[in-house]
């Protein structure tokens, strides 16, 4: 762990205009609680601190979007997104805001610090001004025409239709998004930050000092040095924000990367009176967890901030990952195509350590790296369910069927190579999960814990208790048990004793091992073998004796639930049906409207909503389907013309509006028994269902 006397472990602050989906917790929250989780356990002397970045543009467009107060925003998401990481079990020291009082204070006075000792440049540009509403604009605030696909919604800085990147003079009829006005350029004065000056000292600290960072950190880093720094304005033009202290500053907030990263340690000073220990005192390690989009900011400005204000330690590591997509596509919070914490522990409660598991697994640590619902799902139930799940279940199960719930005693001198091999693997198990995560490969360490589970379930399966028990069961009742005669009896309970003895130590270890990673499972671990939190401690890894003989063990209960198909198309399915699609660039003409009726013709329709259980081709019929649904009370077949939009497999689990009282007809011979009304929207047919799942013969009306 290095000659370091305390740890300060940070993990980006989120901004709080939106909730945070399960691409934030594995780019940088997640790997944060497991190494936090880790240093705890060493008995380290550690503080992990976050909060909610709770300014910046993000911030106002949000609220003008919403048409209300930016702090309405920030005090809505701020809640939201504490909630969801508690539930997760990120388990930060504090949850701070940059909107806090004691934030102000500090960022202020850390710009006054800088500013007094004459390390700003002042310097006028020409910046977009909107006329009417008398404020300069960000890009974001302007709006247009993009020029490369026509979308007449793009921002000066990015069209989210087609995704390039913009600027607002490259814009057709840009406008101001606050009033409509044409903006136009005016002067105003900002201070900058003369990163240049920062160069030399930055090459020596940072690449010669830190080769051993990780190699999407130090090559991103490395790019932007060798293309030498500019000088970068530390404040902005707007109205929401930390005001700019100074007298001649009217209007100007600071820049929200200058803010933010000094959260860190404002947040801290709310958390601990000796917060000077841990930013100010160089047997302090300071490591910033983040997603590969903040490096530059947390390797190269927030650290010439640290340098040129003076008294701060500097990081120590920055292991930055890289990014998760979902289903094979980047995840868009503007298109809604994400997967939302807080939705996820609606959907799946109790399960928090079975996402911590698969987003760790996979998690991007040197490259970008692939979410999708049916490995969430492999995972769960080869790897949770059948290794960890099961090794712990079968040894609870035989230790109360053959020792009577109590742990039996270690017959050393019945122990055989076997034996000794299964109990070296603890200390083996410890020093590589324990270098693993020295070394942030959090993947790594977690294979190396499931590893020992799987030699667990190999151990027992090479022991055989269960054969060995029966052996002792026939001679008892005097029944063939191959060789074995009634001396034999003491010599194989000895070695069931010995079997079961080792694998309770081993299922005591894997709830030392699994705490960093999936700290409800580990705690469930120690509620079946009745031990205290205190066990957990590292110091206790790869040993033997964690659990007494003689001890009561509770009654087996199931780690892990597998998760069945209809779960996952289910999940499947909400995401598609959220997604936001871009606007068409030119509106297809709708439907032509059919004759009017009367409420009366309409209340003759009885629409149930169904789910399809059941989906297959018509033999020799190219665009028919042949669906069972499921509408609650009964099961019906329906044929149905869509097998040229959609693949039978693809279907199944989803719900659907069915005309429930349609006189039933035969086709190919088929009698269909109702009919699932369709959207066609440009040649594509969607299911017509409803928002949110419903239980099956629900009445639609």
């Not at 300014?55 to 467009?61: A, E, F, K, L």
Request: net charge negative; proline share 5%.
């Amino acid at each position: 762990m290095g000659n370091f006397n305390r740890y300060l472990i940070t993990a980006a602050l989120p901004y709080a205009n939106g909730p945070v989906h399960i691409g934030h917790l594995a780019g940088c929250y997640l790997p944060a609680d497991i190494y936090v989780r880790y240093l705890r356990a060493k008995k380290a002397d550690v503080k992990f601190i976050c909060g909610s970045d709770e300014h910046g543009v993000p911030i106002t467009i949000k609220a003008m979007k919403e048409n209300v107060t930016p702090q309405d925003v920030v005090d809505r998401y701020h809640k939201i997104i504490g909630d969801s990481f508690a539930a997760m079990g990120i388990s930060f020291d504090i949850f701070a805001r940059t909107s806090a009082p004691i934030h102000h204070t500090t960022a202020s006075d850390f710009f006054l610090k800088m500013y007094n000792d004459g390390l700003f440049e002042e310097k006028e540009s020409e910046q977009y001004f909107d006329p009417e509403k008398q404020v300069f604009l960000a890009d974001r605030y302007i709006v247009g025409t993009c020029p490369k696909c026509g979308n007449d919604k793009a921002y000066g800085d990015q069209c989210e239709r087609c995704g390039t990147s913009l600027s607002p003079d490259e814009l057709i009829n840009p406008h101001s998004a606050l009033s409509n006005a044409v903006p136009v350029k005016k002067a105003t004065k900002h201070w900058y930050m003369p990163l240049q000056n920062y160069e030399p000292w930055l090459k020596e600290w940072l690449l010669e000092g830190h080769k051993d960072w990780k190699n999407n950190v130090y090559g991103q880093c490395k790019s932007w040095l060798d293309a030498g720094l500019q000088s970068r304005a530390m404040t902005r033009d707007s109205n929401w924000g930390i005001k700019v202290p100074l007298p001649d500053a009217e209007g100007k907030v600071l820049y929200v990367w200058f803010d933010a990263p000094i959260g860190y340690i404002s947040a801290t000073k709310e958390l601990t009176p000796d917060w000077a220990d841990y930013w100010c005192k160089e047997d302090t390690k300071l490591v910033h967890f983040i997603g590969k989009d903040n490096i530059v900011f947390h390797c190269i400005i927030f650290p010439a901030m640290l340098k040129a204000h003076g008294g701060f330690v500097l990081p120590e590591n920055v292991p930055a990952n890289e990014f998760l997509n979902i289903e094979g596509e980047k995840v868009s919070t503007s298109r809604n195509w994400a997967v939302w914490v807080h939705d996820y522990i609606k959907d799946f409660p109790d399960q928090q350590d079975v996402l911590r598991y698969v987003l760790c697994a996979t998690a991007p640590e040197t490259k970008d790296n692939d979410f999708t619902w049916k490995d969430f799902q492999t995972r769960n139930n080869s790897e949770l369910v059948a290794n960890l799940g099961n090794f712990v279940n079968r040894t609870m199960v035989l230790t109360h069927k053959l020792c009577g719930g109590k742990v039996p005693r270690l017959h050393e001198e019945a122990a055989d190579d076997t034996d000794k091999e299964m109990l070296a693997v603890f200390q083996a198990t410890k020093e590589s999960v324990e270098a693993s995560l020295e070394a942030y490969r959090f993947r790594e360490a977690l294979a190396e814990v499931m590893e020992l589970s799987s030699k667990g379930n190999q151990y027992m399966q090479k022991k055989e208790p269960w054969i060995l028990a029966k052996a002792i069961e026939n001679i008892k009742a005097g029944k063939p048990a191959g060789d074995y005669t009634e001396a034999d009896i003491p010599a194989l309970q000895a070695k069931i004793d010995n079997c079961l003895h080792i694998c309770l130590q081993l299922m005591a270890n894997l709830a030392i091992f699994t705490h960093p990673f999936m700290p409800f499972t580990s705690r469930k671990i120690c509620h079946l073998l009745k031990v205290v939190d205190r066990m957990l401690e590292w110091e206790n890894a790869g040993s033997a004796k964690l659990v007494s003989v003689g001890y009561s063990l509770r009654e087996p209960e199931l780690l892990f639930k597998k998760i069945e198909d209809d779960t996952i198309a289910a999940q499947v399915e909400k995401l598609h049906a959220g997604l936001v699609k871009p606007a068409a660039a030119a509106a297809q003409p709708a439907a032509p409207a059919k004759a009017e009726i009367q409420y009366d013709d309409f209340a003759k329709l009885d629409l149930r909503v169904g789910t399809i259980i059941q989906a297959e081709k018509v033999e020799k019929a190219d665009k028919l389907l042949k669906l069972l649904v499921d509408i609650g009370t009964e099961q019906r077949t329906v044929v149905s013309g869509i097998a040229m939009h959609f693949n039978p497999a693809d279907i199944i689990g989803k719900q659907v509006t069915l005309v429930a009282n349609l006189a039933p007809r035969k086709m190919r011979g088929i009698e269909s028994q109702g009919m699932i009304l369709m959207a066609e929207d440009n040649g594509k047919l969607v299911f017509v269902n409803p928002a949110e799942t419903v239980a099956p013969g629900s009445g639609v009306s």
